[in-house]
């Protein structure tokens, strides 16, 4: 059962957020709801979404690959 729900937003975000709705072939109606639920969901944390669960296990790192090691190493580099 769908209920109508009144919001307070910005002009300039409705206007991105409808340009969104249609690029994507979606209703703006539809992206709040899933968004909503999305936020709300009890699961939430413990659920992987869709798009990572398609990422698992496309890369493959080498045995006794430091991942923290690597981040402090690449940061340095971006930053010093």
Known sequence: MTTKLTLS????????????AKKSGRSLSEIIEQYLDSITNENNHQSVSPKLKKMIGVVKLPKGFDDKKELQSYLEKKHL
């Open 9 to 20: 937003v910005e002009k300039e975000v409705i206007e991105r957020a409808k340009s969104y």
